[in-house]
């Protein structure tokens, strides 16, 4: 999922730093998606991390007894 996620935020970029002249309110709705995306990605690579942590504070916890 994380990688279909990049791949359309990448789309959208192009599309959005391409010189073409798009109607406004598709320009807006296009930035709104970007940024939504923006934010997904961001919260997915947060809970991709987070595990990680929480298993390393185990670990210390159990060493620790």
Same mark, same amino acid.
């Given at each position: 999922? !994380?990688? =279909?996620?990049?791949?359309?935020?990448?789309?959208? %970029?192009?599309?959005?730093?391409?010189?073409?002249?798009?109607?406004?309110?598709?320009? %807006?709705?296009?930035?709104?998606?970007?940024?939504?995306?923006? =934010?997904?990605?961001?919260?997915? !690579? !947060?809970?991709?991390?987070?595990?990680?942590?929480?298993?390393?504070?185990?670990?210390?916890?159990?060493?620790?007894?």
């Amino acid at each position: 999922m !994380n990688k =279909i996620i990049k791949k359309v935020s990448r789309a959208i %970029q192009v599309v959005l730093l391409a010189p073409i002249k798009l109607p406004g309110k598709a320009l %807006q709705v296009l930035k709104y998606i970007a940024v939504g995306l923006g =934010i997904i990605e961001t919260v997915l !690579n !947060n809970e991709e991390d987070k595990p990680l942590e929480t298993e390393r504070k185990e670990d210390r916890d159990a060493d620790d007894d």
